[in-house]
């Protein structure tokens, strides 16, 4: 079993930047994919951004040239640097782990930001 724990969050004005980090509770030592998605109350979960294990990485358009996902190999998985930050953006953001044979997600982070 893994946790994930995100950090990073917070409140900041529009233009602003922040870099969300998510952690393990165990070292990771292969994986499918990491990634990172959103929610707002009503709407859907979205994936924001994923790398895989080969390193490709894919973005939802709305955060193109914004945002920027990375991973490190300790047991702080991964990171979603984001800048330009817009109103739009503020969502609970969630990382997410693909272990082939099984899935973890982090109990969400909120970002708001402010126009």
């Known amino acids: 079993q893994v946790q994930l724990v995100e950090s990073g969050g917070g409140l900041v004005q529009a233009g602003g930047s922040l870099r969300l980090a998510c952690s393990a509770s165990t070292r990771i030592f292969g994986f499918n994919v990491l990634a990172w998605y959103r929610q707002t109350p009503g709407k859907q979960r979205e994936s924001v951004a994923s790398?895989?294990?080969?390193?490709?990485?894919n973005y939802v358009d709305s955060v193109k040239g914004r945002f920027t996902i990375s991973r490190d190999n300790s047991k702080t998985l991964m990171y979603l640097q984001m800048k330009d930050l817009k109103p739009e953006d503020t969502a609970v953001y969630y990382c997410?782990?693909?272990?082939?044979?099984?899935?973890?997600w982090g109990q969400g982070t909120q970002v708001t930001v402010s126009s």
């Open positions: 997410y782990l693909d272990l082939y044979r099984s899935n973890y």
């Open positions: 790398i895989s294990s080969e390193g490709s990485t």
